[in-house]
């Protein structure tokens, strides 16, 4: 069996996927990974194949100028429809992730090749519910006024139409489908998956038909560098700090890392994408274990994606989450309100600093940390086989 597992994202939208394909290849698939080429060598440690799709992500976030989000959803989608229609060739199952416009493409390619197809997000809100408000799309917002769950499921309807419909449908045509009338349902199907934590990220219902696996991990066995073992045992457990793919809020990571100095605390200093940089008492990073790392450290600072909110909280450390945009509101969130850490911004640092380095926090963070399944990653591959199955 061939699965091809299609996404366009960061490094924490792509490991799970090279979780899956582990798994897969222990049930003996072959998986290959259709992603951008920045986690080339993320994937080759994991001896997971890759077929590099687009330009890399680091681009896109960090690029200069203010992209043409309606012609990058026009171009994410025929690349799709281009080039992971010939890498999907004779292919058993296609998994989609990622952007919008790259889902609604896979998809596409899923249908022209009569394979089925399983669209995976890693939060709860991005699969529609009347237990949450949808997220924005690209120049479509979502109005705090609209309330009622009716208007607001409408309007999202209406956001992924006006957002997607006439690029997709253009590109589908030229491919011999037809056209979509409700993007909505044609990108999340009509059983999406939710790789997340069952305590960490909950479906919150409104959809019966949402299949919650766990989130999908792989096992990191790489070892810390040498230099920041040393820095770790030197004195009191540090303080991780990272923005990840994401850029730095302005003078976000200066107050912090003054901050922490404050209470007799070092930092560990991710660069990330953001390009990051200290001095004195700060032990400057790339990108390394960071299943490894977060068990070493006292508490983390990072944006609230996904990956390493997840991460951070399968290690039982306390978190800063400070958020900026998608799914990140939304595990500040789920970090407060389970108390294993705090949302923070600029005016509310110091408080959510106290909070975490707070004894209670981290017991907290242990406990809940006791509760992560690992095998979520396991579970999809065993379903995965089971649905291509089913079409043979």
């Not at 596409?108 to 995976?120: D, K, Q, R, T, Y």
């Not at 997840?310 to 509101?329: E, K, L």
């Not at 959510?352 to 209670?360: C, I, Q, T």
Request: overall charge negative; proline content about 9%.
């Amino acid at each position: 069996m061939r699965v091809i597992l299609s996404t366009y994202d960061s490094r924490g939208g792509v490991e799970p996927l090279a979780a899956l394909a582990v798994q897969l290849k222990e049930l003996g698939a072959e998986a290959l990974v259709c992603a951008p080429p920045d986690c080339a060598e993320r994937l080759a440690e994991l001896e997971v194949p890759l077929a590099p799709i687009g330009k890399p992500t680091r681009e896109l976030v960090h690029g200069s100028g203010t992209p043409d989000v309606n012609r990058l959803a026009a171009d994410f989608i025929g690349l799709q429809l281009d080039r992971l229609a010939k890498a999907a060739q004779g292919c058993d199952a296609i998994v989609t992730s990622g952007l919008l416009p790259v889902v609604a493409g896979a998809q596409s390619v899923a249908e022209l090749l009569g394979v089925p197809s399983v669209n995976v997000s890693y939060c709860p809100v991005f699969l529609s519910s009347p237990h949450h408000r949808p997220p924005p799309l690209p120049g479509r917002p979502v109005p705090a006024d609209v309330t009622d769950p009716a208007a607001l499921d409408e309007l999202d309807v209406a956001n992924y139409n006006g957002f997607l419909r006439e690029p997709l449908n253009e590109h589908r045509a030229a491919a011999g489908l037809p056209p979509v009338d409700d993007v909505r349902a044609f990108v999340r199907t009509a059983r999406p998956w939710l790789a997340a934590d069952p305590v960490l990220a909950p479906w919150p219902g409104g959809r019966a038909d949402v299949v919650q696996t766990g989130a999908w991990f792989v096992t990191d066995e790489r070892p810390l560098p040498a230099d920041l073992e040393a820095f770790v045992d030197a004195g009191p457990l540090p303080v991780y700090l990272s923005f990840g793919s994401m850029p730095a809020p302005e003078g976000f990571a200066r107050a912090a890392v003054d901050a922490i100095r404050a209470r007799g605390r070092r930092v560990v200093l991710g660069r990330g994408w953001a390009g990051l940089d200290g001095d004195e008492d700060c032990f400057v990073i790339g990108e390394v274990n960071q299943q490894a790392l977060f068990k070493r450290v006292v508490a983390a600072i990072h944006h609230g994606g996904a990956g390493t909110t997840t991460t951070a909280t399968r290690a039982g450390v306390p978190q800063i989450v400070v958020p900026q945009w998608a799914d990140q509101p939304y595990f500040a969130g789920r970090v407060a309100a389970l108390g294993i850490g705090a949302a923070a911004g600029a005016g509310s640092l110091d408080q959510a600093l106290d909070a975490a380095l707070r004894p209670a926090t981290r017991q907290r963070a242990a406990a809940v940390a006791a509760t992560v399944r690992t095998d979520g990653a396991a579970v999809a591959a065993r379903r995965l086989l089971d649905l291509a199955d089913q079409q043979e």
